[in-house]
């Protein structure tokens, strides 16, 4: 519990606003349902979801020996919304790239534990290796996932990056977060506009409109897609803002999560004449740089945004 305590309170100290522990176990029902998911082919053309595979289900191949996992969350809500007249933008990349923000929090929590406990071996993850973060982050007693795939936590909603620690050290586990509490409720599945969430709690990765405006690689889009877009230019909110469990959401105090603000005030044409240049000033830092300035200009020119769009 000592150990438990000051890493619990050393996540709140560098600014995680939930902190969770599980037993590090191989994730056989994971195993099955991903194993599925990628025979349907529901990853689209992310063939790195086919790579492995088996260090996405036992923590072990990640880390030797490894007996915990440590998950841990972080609010990006913003303050301001970006204007609706815009080109939209999903909410987790209106500041400083996540990656970078909550690696450098993992690093000094890993630095801390082997500073206070002993030399133990870990390692940290943000978004960035094959770990299914969602399963333990419910394993870890933080919330459920839900009908949209993401995990929703009862106090605050679903707008969380979540970022998981790995290490060979023995630790109480929390319980399992075992209830769902989206019940009957359906609105994230009859909000999205390209039928991506399918019933089970099964996301089809390859219709997404997050997938086609990111993860499409030097692709054209599918002209299926017309007009089902709903102006999202980069990333997708509809399934999160639609849920009722998101009137919890607050407002986020990282500094580095401050909305750049220019992805709050550009009007389509001042999207649309940027250069490449200027786009890698600006967005060199942030997420946005995931799908570049051909990327950008692409999901534009497929959107051909109507008139009330400035």
């Known amino acids: 519990m000592k150990n438990k305590n000051l890493i619990k309170s050393t996540a709140t100290r560098l600014g995680f606003d939930y902190c969770g522990i599980a037993k590090a176990v ?111 982050a419910q394993r870890s007693g933080l919330g459920w996932i839900g009908k949209n795939g993401n995990l929703i936590t009862k106090q605050n909603g679903s707008f969380f990056f979540i970022a998981t620690l790995i290490t060979d050290l023995e630790l109480e586990a929390d319980d399992f977060f075992a209830k769902d509490y989206c019940g009957t409720c359906n609105r994230c599945v009859e909000a999205c506009p390209t039928e991506a969430i399918l019933p089970g709690k099964i996301i089809d990765g390859s219709k997404c409109i997050s997938y086609f405006t990111i993860e499409l690689k030097d692709q054209l889009i599918s002209e299926t897609m017309k007009g089902k877009f709903d102006g999202w230019m980069f990333g997708c ?48 830092n942030s997420a946005l740089s995931r799908t570049k300035w051909k990327g950008i200009q692409r999901n534009l020119k497929f959107l051909k945004l109507p008139t009330d769009f400035k």
Not at 60 to 75: E, F, M, R, W, Y
Not at 260 to 281: C, R, V, Y
């Open 237 to 284: 909110d509809i399934c999160q803002d639609v849920c009722p469990w998101n009137r919890f959401s607050k407002p986020n105090s990282e500094l580095e999560f401050t909305p750049i603000p220019e992805i709050l005030n550009l009007s389509t044409q001042e999207w649309q004449a940027m250069t490449e240049t200027t786009f890698k000033k600006i967005f060199g």
């Open 26 to 136: 191989k994730l056989e029902d994971d195993a099955i349902r991903l194993e599925k998911w990628l025979a349907q082919k529901m990853h689209g053309s992310m063939h790195y979801m086919e790579k492995y595979f088996d260090l996405r289900v036992d923590p072990g191949k990640l880390v030797p020996g490894a007996k915990s996992v440590i998950t841990l969350l972080k609010n990006y809500f913003p303050s301001t919304i970006k204007k609706t007249d815009t080109p939209k933008i999903s909410k987790y990349a209106y500041g400083k790239d996540y990656h970078d923000v909550i690696r450098k929090k993992l690093h000094e929590l890993l630095n801390t534990i082997k500073s206070e406990i002993g030399n133990i071996a870990g390692r940290g993850f943000v978004d960035s290796a094959p770990v299914l973060e969602r399963s333990w």
